[in-house]
């Protein structure tokens, strides 16, 4: 059917149809496929994005590349002063950060409580003892200071509080989960951990969209340890910063190998990753193909009308073009190439927008949404299947009209009749 | 060479039929040239159109070289068209984005002729209808007469059997149509088949015979 002569008729049309068509029209319909190109692609980008971005905050905020954390019977990890050591003498590691972790509360404004039956301003938290500069070192604590400043390794009865327990950040009031009112750096508080209770001064609010960051109260580790007495130095977590490269599955298999999961759960950032998150990345994705499929529609409507068009007015040409003996398959595959030409085009405009343009941009300047700093994913395989949809549907949705309007009776055709 | 018989044409509109063609026979040899003549509406050019294979007659045959149009499909009826006959339409019928040389050389190309010789012999052909000068020429910047004369071109760079023309001189000046009928008679003289529609009995004597048409019928056919 298309032999090679048909197609090398077919090109020679196309060509010389393209090349001498009006620029503007040329232009307009270029651009209506990069548009096409870019719902196919940057929509879906862009949900899958939302959650991605969630997903690369708690690793670069969190979890970092790999995290120990205490079995579920224990609520330290123990011997953590040898697992830190041997975590500090791999070479694939950059940062580390041990954190101690303790439940307890916080309690605003117990000053101006008038009578001892007037309601606390109590809030549950969880008080965490951190390495400051340690910690800024994994998961850059310190950018996420809104008001008042980092804590200094020698800030004694200073903490940071974490901008969901304060009223002013989160202003839920839900059983079993309160804030604090009326607190801001410079407020005194209380905090109560295994039984004792300590005033300290805030010194920074902590506000990020990675949760555990924004729920915990912070002090500098050693004097939590000593609130909690821990003498044994035995932290509750661990978050690993690998070097650039590194590969954190590796690491967590010589972290396993020397037996540390006999103490700890060692995981890479993505064994971290809670179940409904992977389930919502599988669910934004799925419901990023289906808006794709519906751009796929709408090009292939766009490029149908386009060439339908184009056919109609020209019907008195393809009929002439019969009638001196072109055949039908050339004039169709002439067609193909034009409508080819326009989505190859826009595909083309539309990765060098996507990829030097829209991509990196959007990385620079994720887009600010309630729970996640959205960024664009648009994995360079992906982008090829869709750019070989869109021109599969394309060459469909280009045959189809050239199809109906070559079969109709060459005479007719070239004399207009219907 | 081409014989025409017992051909009807007829039009359905509806429940009405109108018959355009009733009962056309007649015989041209190779290397004659036949006018048809007559007023509008007598049927013509729908007379050219069944005997080139344009259109399919409601009855009768039309014989090309021996061979039997109706026995052909509508692939070899195009092969047939490509490669044996010729066309010169009345409004020229030139593809608007292809230059003179390439209006030419499409059929050529058509038929697998290497795209070089292709160009030559549709040089050579533009050069006997004088628009040597005109090759890259796109049918927008050429007159009316020169794009009659490029039609003429495409329709013979290929040495057809049958040369069909539609009143080929309908939309050109005297100078012009005078220049075209020259073509027609230099064609003619190497031997080319010609079979054109025409309104003027001055041009109609150029051919060898004239058929008279009236009311889908022949009423004459006259030696020149």
Redesign the interface.
Known sequence: MFSS?NI??GF??AK??I???NPWTTTLIIFVMFFTFLNLVVVSGVLVGLIQGAVDAVRAHYTSDVIISNLSDKTYIENSPSVVSLIKSLPEVQAVTARYLKGGTVEANYKTKIKETDKSDIAAATITGIDPIAEDSVTNLSKFIVEGSYLKPDDYDQVLLGAYLDKKYLAVDSPGFSTLTNVAPGTKIRVNVNGITHEVIIKGIIKAKVDELSMRVYFVDSQLRSMIGRSDYNVSEISIKLKPGSNPDLVRDILKKNGVDKVAKVQTFTDAEPKFIKDMIDTFALLGNLLSSIGLVVASITIFIVIFINAITRR??IG?????????Q?IEVSYILQSFFYALCGSIIGLLVLYLVLQPAMAAHPIDFPFSDGILVAPLGSTLLRIGLLMITTIVAGFIPARLVVRK???DS?LGRN | MIEIKNLTKSFKDGDSETKVLKGIDFRAESGEFIAIMGRSGAGKSTLLYQMSLLDEPTSGDVVIDGKDASSLSVEEKTLFRLFELGYVFQDYALLPELTALENVSLPLLMQDVPEQIARKKATEALTLVGLEKRLNNLPSKLSGGEQQRVSIARAIAHRPKILFADEPTANLDNESSRIVMEIFKQLHKEGQTIIMVTHEPEYSKIAERTIHLDDGKIISINKN
Do not use: V
């Open positions: 002569l090398r008729i020679f049309l010389r149809q090349k001498r068509s008195k040409f002439i073009l019969k009638g001196i003996g072109i055949s039908e050339a009776n060459t005479l070239i």
